[in-house]
C-alpha cells in the first residue's frame, strides 16, 4: 500500500520526500557515529559492537554467508537498552565541549604559529635591514673607491681591509655570544645542582618561588635558545662572508693578472711608439734631405741651358773620331807588343848564344 501511495504521488513530491528522507538519514548516521564514538571510550572491548559494526559494514554477499550468526548477533543485540532524550543531549553536550576544546587548542595552536611566524618575519626584517645598511657602507665605501681608482692596487687593499675588518666584528660577536652562552649554561647548570642538592636535603620550596625558579628557567633557556640561533646565524653569516670573501678574493686576483698583462701591453706599445717615432724622426730627415737635393736638382734644371744642334754633332763627330783613333792606336800598341815579345825573345837566344861561346 505504502508503495502505491508513493507511485500515486507526484514527481516533485517524491522528490521532496526523497530530499528529507535523505537528510533524516544524515543526521541518524551522524547520531549513531558520535554515539558509536562515546561507546568506543567507554567500552572499547566490546564483542558486541565489534560484531554489529563489522554486519553493517559488510558487502551484501558476505552478509548472506552470516546467516548462521543471525541467532548470536539478535541474542547480543537484545542486551542494548536504547538511549533516553537526557542521555542524548549529555553525549552531544559532552561531544561539543570536546569539539570547543578542540578548536581552543586549534586557535592556540595557530595563534602561537602566527606568533612565531611573526618573530620570523621581524628576525628577517632586522637582518634585512642589516643587509642593506651593509650593502649601502660597501658601496659608499669600497665601489665609490673602486671606480674612481679602476685597476689601482690601493682600491683592492681597502677592500680586502674592508672584509678582514668585517670578519673581525664578526668573529668577535660570535665568540662574546658563545662566551655568554657558556655563562647562561654555567649558570643553569648552577642552579639545577642548587635545586637537586635543595631536594635531596628535603628542603622544600615555596611553590611561589619555585614557580618564578621555574619562570626565570624558562627565560634562561629562552635566553640560550636565541643566543644559540644567534650563534648558529652569526656562522651562517660568517660563512657566507667567507664565500663572499674567497669570490672577491678570486676576482680581485684576476683583476691583477688582467691589470699585469695590460700593464705589459701598455709598455711594449710603448717601446712600438718609441721606435716609430724614432723612424719616423729619421725618415723626416731622410725627407729634408731629399727635399736639399731635390731642390738643387731643381735649381741645376732650371739653370741648365741646351746647346746648339750644329755644335752638339760638331762634337758627336770628333768624338766619333777621337774613338776611331782611340781604337787604333790600341792596334799598333797591340802589334808594338807583340814585336816587343819577338824582339826579347830573339835577344834571349843572342844572349844564351853568347853564354855559350
Not at 28 to 50: A, D, G, N, Q
Not at 55 to 60: M, Y
Not at 321 to 329: Q, T
Amino acid at each position: 500500500m505504502a508503495e502505491r501511495g508513493l507511485a500515486a504521488l507526484p514527481l516533485p513530491q517524491l522528490r521532496a520526500q526523497l530530499r528529507e528522507a535523505r537528510h533524516a538519514n544524515a543526521l541518524l548516521r551522524t547520531e549513531v557515529e558520535m554515539f558509536e564514538k562515546w561507546y568506543c571510550k567507554m567500552e572499547p572491548c566490546s564483542p558486541s559492537l565489534r560484531l554489529l559494526s563489522e554486519t553493517h559494514d559488510a558487502p551484501p554477499e558476505l552478509i548472506q554467508t552470516r546467516g548462521r550468526y543471525k541467532s548470536k548477533l539478535h541474542g547480543a543485540t537484545d542486551y542494548f537498552v536504547s538511549l533516553t532524550v537526557e542521555q542524548k543531549c549529555e553525549l552531544a553536550e559532552r561531544e561539543l565541549t570536546e569539539m570547543k576544546d578542540e578548536i581552543q587548542r586549534m586557535n592556540e595552536d595557530s595563534e602561537q604559529t602566527l606568533q612565531n611566524l611573526e618573530a620570523v618575519i621581524e628576525e628577517a626584517n632586522v637582518w634585512q635591514t642589516d643587509v642593506k645598511k651593509a650593502i649601502s657602507d660597501f658601496e659608499k665605501d669600497i665601489i665609490s673607491t673602486i671606480s674612481s681608482k679602476k685597476g689601482s692596487i690601493i682600491a683592492s687593499e681597502k677592500l680586502l681591509r674592508y672584509m678582514e675588518e668585517k670578519n673581525r666584528q664578526r668573529d668577535l660577536l660570535r665568540e662574546k655570544l658563545r662566551l655568554k652562552n657558556y655563562l647562561l649554561k654555567g649558570y643553569k647548570k648552577k642552579l639545577q645542582q642548587q635545586l637537586r642538592q635543595k631536594e635531596q636535603m628535603g628542603e622544600t620550596l615555596h611553590e611561589v618561588r619555585l614557580q618564578q625558579l621555574q619562570v626565570r628557567n624558562a627565560q634562561y633557556q629562552e635566553k640560550i635558545d636565541e643566543k644559540n640561533e644567534e650563534l648558529l646565524q652569526l656562522k651562517l653569516t660568517s660563512g657566507k662572508t667567507v664565500q663572499v670573501l674567497n669570490f672577491y678574493r678570486r676576482k680581485l686576483q684576476d683583476a691583477m693578472e688582467t691589470s699585469m698583462s695590460l700593464m705589459k701591453d701598455i709598455s711594449q706599445r710603448k717601446e712600438l711608439l718609441e721606435k716609430i717615432e724614432r723612424e719616423a724622426a729619421l725618415v723626416e730627415e731622410q725627407r729634408a734631405e731629399a727635399e736639399i737635393v731635390n731642390q738643387q736638382l731643381q735649381k741645376q734644371l732650371s739653370d741648365y741651358g741646351v746647346p746648339p744642334v750644329l755644335s752638339y754633332m760638331q762634337k758627336k763627330m770628333a768624338v766619333t773620331d777621337l774613338e776611331n783613333s782611340l781604337k787604333a792606336w790600341e792596334r799598333k800598341v797591340a802589334v808594338a807588343e807583340m814585336s816587343l815579345q819577338s824582339y826579347r825573345r830573339a835577344w834571349n837566344q843572342v844572349k844564351m848564344s853568347g853564354n855559350q861561346h
